[in-house]
């Protein structure tokens, strides 16, 4: 295969092998767009290039005849005499990375050549200045040097001329800098080549290594971006937007980027090169500002948009030169957009005829959605933070800081917003995380405790900011360098990750009829069902208004940690004797059963999916070290010697790996049987009301297909002494579940996989603890993405993949369901439906998330197939 | 297929079909065995009552005709007048379950037929006495009247008559007697049927039932018997060894089965019924006195002894009777053995040219092997034990029990032989264990701490012990109801779980000559390999002279552990900037090169494999409680409070799945380059010294293949710095590794199974806290057998199968190797065998059971391909 493509016989090669940038430089080749003349190295080259550590052989024989075939098209020479073939050198990977390569313009220019340039245009200041912006570009791009170098140099010389602006240098200032730019990049023990076909040897060879610098990988880290892309490298003859007054460069969108409206939109510099604008070194004009100046000129660069979009069907960034009053489109992308003009243009473009409503469902990033129904940080108005976490939940909000649940309550009563501020939560901060307008924490990932419940409440919260230090004691903490008291000011974008000082300005969500209208497309097109997880009617509400066909997972131990239930709990678990017990459960049962009755209630005629108690039971009580710092102090209060004496008995090394979910079901069967009686009383009260609730219920952590025998026989009397029965089934969420899947499966009616269980034990990693290795594993790159939020499919996804298969094989009627947190992440959905599941449940924001992923999924698959 | 064979006809047909007495019942009858006429009722009957809880159909007939044939054969009638048909009716289950299962006696006898036997027997003592046996024993197995109230109401009876021995009661004396017992029984709400067939039905039926029984269930659990194997029932026509002086009953062993010497063996008891002798209601005299009395009929039963040797080609436990003057053998089995006997024997067979070598391999019990190397208690002179835990390290001890580490140097250095007895350990204990005898401990499985270190060292050990409770403080310790205190003697059997009060008296071990022709045929046979873990040159000389072949894991971080390492451990881990690192890091190095020098001189010419360190650095400082408690005590030391800091940073909520392993080695990856550099240091300097050293390296707790890129990238200057390389391979124990092990196996040399931590997080079980639900789960048969001591074949298993498939399929060259626990466990180490790998890796002693079970795994693999 060839690595080199002029861009009128690429039409037609995919994305993949030309990058973004030249697919969209051949396209528009090939569709009459005024592209100047240029060539594409194929992303194939590259990956060559890093595979190996070696220039592709043939490559540049091939670049020689790219080379040769410009110099025919323009009539101009490279490294020639006279007005020279002068070419841009731009990185161009197959997915979009704004910023994150690097460009290098007017290459092909020797100081030899700029005396041919300024001849053969009558424009020695035009020469000059093409000449020291070359400079400034290899010495930085190829060589390494500092950008800041050039820019104080020029800014020295700027200030020596008493020059305001560039323009106002001359020639000879020009000619001057560009000898001080070179002799700076000599002082740094570099050397610039004199030589036009070195210069473009060593340009591509800068393009090629740039894939690898940090801010790249970042950036693909952080959008998920496969390592082995690679990017093409575009070389294209140059035109001048710097020819004087009738020449210029800009930028343009088709549509407004951040709302969405059909409006041609960008910027406009006058007697500038396109860097001009990108680095921000001068300002240029909005475009509306040419309609007025040069209404032709605007109309030409319109109705190239209008032509773009209809060529593209999308909305399109593009950007263009316009040389001597000629314009010149130097390249089209689609154009990056906000949540809320993401799904406004994929409507309207639908409405417009341009595109399908399936092809509109691809248009909108289905993470995003969330966002939309929450307030957001105004980026117009915004301070810098003063802490960066991670973006755990959506939405921005702004409140005092409250270090503790009892200071929640308190400055709550006192009428005033808050947000949580604490080192990690755990479930004793639930009240405070009802009262919190925000939840803000030192630790955790973006699977923490704070992290799902924040989601599941719909509550903004940033997690895991390494910057905050917290003493609640001393009613203090700090961000950074800032000490803060409680009750102070602060803003936390759930968003961005962002924390700041005060109180920023917010905006309000901008969906509305447009995102109700592509969900509605979505729903009809999906085959995967959407679930929510919710623990209270209030979210089972919610997760209802927002689309959600049922509830897949009711964590009925969160129902225990409201403070009367907290201490039936404990007197439960604290019993001396059976008649204590007794006690404790009858009153445990009737809670449960008012819970119950309201989330079915709230679902009335969907299925809502109980799950049996799973924690382990010392999570009712308070923590270890509390307790014995006491005694340490002798400040046991009278009986706290005894409840010492339990929680040291129940206290475990790996409570993840402990007793608890059915291991305790199995040996406390009285709370098992305790919970299904609730959910069956509830289920005959509601039906005597004249409500249709559909319980079913599961059982947590199963190893083994003996432990699902046992349990169901543990239930078979309660459905005998009820007179009916509800579907049982068992979540998957332990390897050896998963690799027995055949045998539990003819047990049971349905499995519900908890991917965030068995994603810890596939890999080996608790996400409560894996804040100490997890950033780093991310930044080197040992893990191409949190498996904790995106879902693993080659681990843990085999096993999955693998459980379906066998436990259909040996009951075909079992239903399928994911309730853990990738149920609400996009990439995860859509394998969730490509393995075949029935649905999926997630927290109900996430719930939009869940409901366009699964859309996507089908209309990928019908694309596929 | 029939239910119902007559002996004579069931030759040949399997012991799965007619249990073990029927079998051999069976194939006695073939060969000509004088065995009194009979049926057997197959194991399906049994299955099929099981399984559908109903007589299988058509049962009642097939019995019908059995009897019939019965008659014809004594020429008795089943319920007839005269001399009548009686006939015992016993369990034989495919499985020797001896005491497990109840037999009845005198079947078919009533009241009416008592007189009949009288006359027939002209001896009415005789008739009545049979009669009040069936009683009992008809009213004990059957209709579930407790044993003791027919005991005492004999012995009420004989002190009533002032009668010394049973013989002294008189005819009438028995029929009074047997008539209390019908009254006790109706007294219970039961009826004695005076209908033959009904007892007979009723009795068949109870001997199904029992296979369901407690004590059998406990044995079947214990033996790991499967539950559906069930029970099949031998009806066999009564002989009768109370006829008189001339008639008599006995047990006999082809062979001493507590030494395996050559002799008849056993008992013999005058003018009585079989059971007397089983239930020890009376004491029978050695066979060697008949020898004396009667050498006709000793020598008449010490042909047949021999005959069933050679019949049945094994040591052979018989059952007989004398029917005035004629011996009847009622059953034969293989006899029950010691370990010493059963590998005495094995070999003798074969000198006997009775078995070959290969049979002999299978006549040994591979598990039974290590505690062949270790003293045991003396079952002579054993008083009860005061505890029972888990037998976690063959062997046992005796010693003055000391509760810390600092009391084990104490009374060690004063001269006295010590057992440490802690709740559990940890690894600050290891010098205190070291210098045990024994360990006893409260908590923790099989494969806890204190099991894993002991039975490394050597030491016999007792873990798990529930009555066991230790305060150090006040140094005492409470062993149930007795309070002891620091420096009581105690002893302990590691072999059996039991612990003792005081000194018991042991006895040496036997092992000799024997155990290593029978090992060194193993090795010839065996095609897998068999390493030891050691961690220690004196562990390392050990594991060879007990025929390991290799180190298949040296625990680096074990090496840390002591005082003055430990030291340098913790200042790297504290230390404030680069510069303290180094000082510890090179400190480090020394101590690991030594130690590394010292293992591999021992296993010289020999495969030695490092794992890297493994386990989180919490594990090298305080506990986070105790430096918690000083502080709240106000009572921390000075530089403590920053210890407390970093104690606090590393503290985890679930260090099994934290930060250790090769996150750790990757994020501080001087630790890991430092203990290559350490190796090939040792391996240089040994060369130099003339050995021939052969180190191979792996990293632990991989879930990913770029983790071992990553890794592997940073050891790769190491190598080029010594200009030599070693093996470098992984262990695979997270399930992820295994699923992904096409990935990984390119990279590597080799694969160890992990398979202690892979077992835990397939089952989401830490073996550290399973100790409060696997015991009930054991008891309950949620599981048939501890996953953590014999390997899961069905789950983890699985996950071995597939790695080695794919992992060979992308590296043909691919070593394999299992280093858990399960590397010493017999059914697991066939288990490794069947699978193909090449080697396992075991605690020192149980090399001698890897040995063993992997060449019974070649025999077996032969039978059956």
């Not at 731009?90 to 994150?100: F, K």
């Not at 313009?105 to 200045?129: K, S, Y």
């Not at 409440?457 to 360098?481: D, I, Q, W, Y």
């Not at 009858?586 to 969907?606: P, S, T, V, W």
Request: with cysteine.
């Amino acid at each position: 295969m060839p690595f080199v493509y002029r861009f009128e016989e690429a039409g037609g090669l995919g994305r993949e092998l030309l990058g973004g940038k030249g697919y969209a430089l051949a396209e528009m080749a090939r569709a009459g767009f005024p592209v100047p003349p240029g060539f594409t190295i194929t992303t194939g080259a590259c990956r060559l290039f890093h595979r190996s550590g070696k220039v592709p052989e043939g490559l540049w024989d091939e670049v020689e005849r790219g080379i040769a075939a410009l110099e025919e098209a323009t009539g101009r020479a490279f490294g020639g005499a006279g007005l020279p073939l002068l070419v841009s050198v731009r990185s161009g990977a197959p997915v979009s990375m704004p910023g994150m390569m690097d460009t290098i313009l007017n290459l092909g220019l020797t100081e030899r050549g700029v005396e041919g340039l300024a001849a053969a245009t009558q424009n020695p200041r035009f020469a000059w200045d093409a000449y020291r912006r070359l400079l400034a570009m290899y010495g930085e791009v190829v060589l390494g040097v500092e950008a800041a170098v050039f820019a104080n140099l020029l800014e020295a010389m700027k200030a020596e001329r008493g020059a305001e602006r560039d323009l106002d240098l001359s020639a000879e200032d020009l000619a001057e800098l560009a000898a001080r730019f070179k002799r700076a990049i000599e002082e740094r023990g570099h050397r610039f080549p004199e030589e036009p076909w070195e210069q473009l040897r060593e340009a591509v060879l800068a393009v090629f290594k740039s894939w690898d610098n940090p801010r790249a990988r970042v950036y693909r880290r952080h959008y998920q971006i496969p390592e082995d892309l690679c990017t093409a490298v575009n070389v294209q003859a140059m035109v001048f937007g710097n020819l004087g007054e009738d020449s210029g460069t800009g930028v343009g969108f088709t549509r407004n980027p951040a709302t969405g409206k059909k409006e041609l939109y960008g910027e406009y510099l006058k007697n500038a090169q396109g860097e001009d604008v990108v680095a921000g070194v001068r300002t240029p004009e909005p475009l509306s500002r040419l309609k007025e100046e040069n209404p032709a000129l605007y109309a030409e660069i319109a109705a190239v948009a209008e032509k773009l979009e209809r060529h593209f069907r999308d909305m399109q960034d593009f950007e263009f030169t316009v040389e001597r009053g000629k314009l010149y489109l130097l390249q089209s992308r689609a154009g990056k957009r906000t949540p809320e003009a993401a799904v406004r243009i994929a409507v309207d473009l639908v409405d417009e005829g341009l595109i399908s409503e399936e092809e509109a469902l691809l248009k909108v990033d289905a993470g995003s959605l969330p966002a939309l129904l929450r307030a957001r940080v105004d980026p117009a108005s915004a301070p810098e933070p003063v802490g960066r976490g991670l973006p755990a939940s959506p939405g921005a909000a702004v409140g005092h800081a409250v270090l503790s649940p009892e200071a929640a309550e308190d400055w709550t009563a006192r009428g005033f917003d808050v947000i949580l501020v604490r080192t990690e939560t755990s479930p004793e901060d639930i009240t405070g995380m009802f009262l919190a307008k925000g939840i803000l924490t030192a630790r955790g990932g973006m699977t923490s405790h704070a992290a799902v419940v924040a989601r599941g409440m719909g509550v903004p919260a940033v997690v895991g900011t390494a910057s905050l230090r917290v003493e609640p004691g001393k009613k203090r903490f700090f961000l950074g360098e800032h000490e803060l008291k409680e009750g102070d000011l602060i803003s936390i974008d759930g968003s961005t990750g962002a924390v700041y000082l005060g109180e920023v300005a917010l905006l309000e969500s901008g969906a509305g009829e447009e995102l109700k209208r592509l969900l509605s497309w979505a729903d009809r097109i999906r085959t995967l069902g959407v679930r929510a997880n919710a623990d209270t009617p209030e979210d089972a509400q919610k997760a209802r208004e927002l689309g959600a066909e049922g509830i897949g997972l009711v964590r009925t131990e969160h129902m225990f940690f409201e403070e009367e239930k907290l201490r039936w709990m404990r007197a439960l678990i604290l019993a001396d004797d059976e008649a204590e017990a007794k006690v404790a459960l009858k009153r445990l049962f009737d809670y449960q059963k008012q819970d119950f009755k309201g989330i079915l209630r709230a679902m009335d005629g969907l299925p809502v999916t109980i799950r049996f108690l799973d924690p382990p039971l010392h999570e009712f009580l308070p923590p270890l070290v509390e307790l014995e710092r006491k005694e340490a102090q002798g400040a046991l209060a009278p009986g706290e010697a005894k409840l010492l004496k339990q929680v040291r008995a129940l206290a475990e090394q790996n409570p993840m790996l402990g007793f608890r979910g059915i291991r305790l079901l199995l040996i406390r069967p009285e709370i098992l049987t305790m919970q299904l009686e609730a959910l069956l009383a509830a289920t005959r009260e509601l039906r005597a009301e004249g409500y249709d609730p559909r319980p079913e219920a599961m059982l947590p952590l199963i190893s083994d297909a003996r432990e699902v025998e046992q349990a169901f026989e543990r239930l078979e009397p309660v459905f005998e002494r009820y007179g009916f029965r509800i579907p049982l089934g068992t979540m998957i969420e332990t390897p050896r579940a998963a690799l027995t899947a055949g045998r539990i499966a003819p047990l049971v009616e349905f499995f519900s996989y908890g991917t965030n269980d068995l994603t810890q034990l596939t890999y080996g990693i608790s996400r409560d603890d894996a804040g100490k290795f997890l950033p780093d594993y991310l930044e080197s790159r040992v893990f191409p993405y949190d498996p904790t939020e995106r879902l693993d499919e080659e681990g843990v996804g085999r096993l999955l993949a693998l459980s379906v298969r066998e436990g259909r094989e040996k009951n075909p009627d079992l239903k399928l369901g994911l309730c853990g947190e990738h149920g609400g992440e996009a990439h995860s959905v859509k394998f969730a439906a490509r393995i075949g599941l029935d649905y999926v449940s997630a927290s109900p924001y996430r719930v939009l998330t869940a409901r366009l992923a699964a859309a996507q999924a089908e209309v990928e698959k019908r694309a596929s197939g």
